[in-house]
């Protein structure tokens, strides 16, 4: 199984500012996924991040807030832009192995913006 | 599209004793996986157990075992003898069988206690 390593695991950030989110894994995956867990919330699906295409965002998120990078098969970044106290969440990153194998996840990055 | 409902936002338990959680989804596919997922206070999502919707044999691992009911399109964990560790949100997520490239759905989820 993948084994997933993010950071920051937390941020205290300003309003105005961005954060961004980086998510390594110890094998090359074709899909990378970002969601966002608001307090006591589920997840919610972002963004997908294939290599070398640009992300596919769900209804909802746009580019502008929430760019994505997928430099590599083993590597993401996710920028949280503009930040307003409404984008205090924890973020999640989470990654596929080859063929069927279920989905693991970072452990999450908790942002909270004053 | 597919949707997870988790009807029950929390649940609670004693220690040693059995819960089960439910879950039920909607789709209009025939071939998909489903599973539970953990989530401890520290955040981690941590996978309990999946299933095949081709496979009729339920999944057990360990004291965590599922009853899938596809007709029903329900699926539900059967956690045996409780422990204090088992505290958690449960998290029940629906996944097309196309892949690598498919997402999770995820329900609501459930905190369950367990009490000492």
């Known amino acids: 199984s993948a084994v997933i390593s993010q950071k920051p695991s937390r941020d205290i950030c300003q309003r105005g500012t961005s954060l961004t989110i980086q998510c390594q894994v110890d094998?090359?995956?074709?899909?990378m996924f970002w969601y966002r867990q608001q307090p006591g919330q589920s997840l919610t699906l972002i963004a997908t991040a294939n290599q070398g295409s640009e992300a596919t965002y769900e209804s909802g998120f746009v580019i502008d807030k929430f760019p994505i990078s997928r430099p590599n098969l083993t590597f993401s970044t996710l920028t949280v832009s503009n930040l307003s106290p409404e984008d205090s969440s924890i973020y999640l990153c989470s990654a596929a192995g080859q063929g069927h194998s279920p989905l693991h996840f970072g452990n999450g990055t908790r942002l909270t913006v004053t | 599209a597919q949707t997870v409902t988790q009807s029950q936002p929390e649940m609670s338990v004693q220690e040693a004793e059995t819960v089960t959680l439910s879950c039920t989804y909607d789709?209009?596919?025939?071939?998909?996986?489903l599973f539970w997922y953990k989530q401890p206070p520290s955040r981690q999502m941590i996978l309990v157990i999946r299933q095949e919707a081709y496979k009729q044999q339920n999944a057990t691992e360990n004291r965590f075992s599922v009853n899938f009911q596809k007709a029903a399109k329900s699926f539900s964990l059967k956690i045996s003898d409780s422990q204090l560790g088992d505290a958690a949100m449960y998290f029940c997520a629906y996944r097309p069988y196309t892949g690598a490239n498919s997402k999770l759905t995820f329900g609501k989820g459930i905190t369950l206690s367990v009490r000492p």
């Open positions: 094998s090359q995956v074709t899909m």
């Open positions: 789709t209009s596919e025939s071939d998909y996986y």
